[in-house]
Structures are given as C-alpha cells and as structure tokens.
C-alpha cells in the first residue's frame, strides 16, 4: 500500500500543504496556515517535483506544471478540473465559456461549484476563471489570492 506524503510550502500566498500520493500530487491547500507545520516528510519524488514547479512558477520563469495530479471528485468535477488544465498561464476563461466547452452550456454554476472543490489550487488553475464580465467571482483560496495569482501571470485585474 503507498502512503501519503506531505509537505510544507513557503509561497508568496502564505503557507502551502502539499500532498501526494507517491504516484500524484493529490491536494494543495492554501489555507495550510491554521495546520501545525509538517515537521517532516518521507522522500516522494512527487512532492521533489511539485515543489521545483511552484519555485520556478513563483520566480517568475515556469508557465506550466507537469506534476501528475489525481484529484478525488466525481466524474463532472475531475472533467472540470482537467479543463481548467487546459488554460493557459495569462489566459481566463469564463464558467460560461467553461461550460460551454464541456458540452454543458447551461451548467455554469456547476461549474463554479466544482471549480470552488478544485483540491489542487494553483496547479490545476482555478483561479484562471472569472465571470462573464471579467470581474473576479469568488476563490476557495480568497480573492486576494485570486487577484494576485492572476497579476503574477500578467492578466490585468482590478
């Protein structure tokens, strides 16, 4: 049986958990704040990889994550988080436009309901997804977080 690793992340956004699986990267929680740090973690090439990711994400030189993730959720919720890898860094997509691309026009809202459930923030891009009018709707991690992951990509927010 594989068990679970985890570690924790000193990002821009605070204090990050990681954890995998030992095949993939399975959450990451941006609210790792309020948990007692990891004091240590067993060797996991998943956790080596996503780490090296997020510092040159952070640093300014990586675009794109090639970590494996396996998100537990129901068939819609992984399909909307498989989309969701699918825009590009500096890029936003409606739910709408969302939906729309998974042969669901009018499933917006479940959408941003399994947009909200996405367990790996920032590698699976969540905080890509805006309103049909360009405002920034609401973000598990806070707007905040939204706004700055957006303005680190270079998309022009309010």
Known sequence: MIQSAQCDYDSPLGR?????NGRALIELRMDAEGLPPVATRRSD???DQAVQQLDAYFAGVGEGFTVPVAA???DFQRRV???LQQIDYGQTCSYGRLAAQLGRPTASRA???A???NPIAIIVPCHRVIGADGR???YAG???RKRWLLRHEGVPVA
């Open 16 to 20: 990050l958990r990681l954890v995998s």
């Open 45 to 47: 090439a998943v956790l």
């Open 72 to 74: 537990p959720g129901t």
């Open 81 to 83: 988080w498989t989309a």
């Open 111 to 113: 959408v941003g309901m």
């Open 115 to 117: 947009n909200g459930r």
């Open 136 to 138: 920034l709707t609401g």
């Open 142 to 144: 806070g707007l905040d």
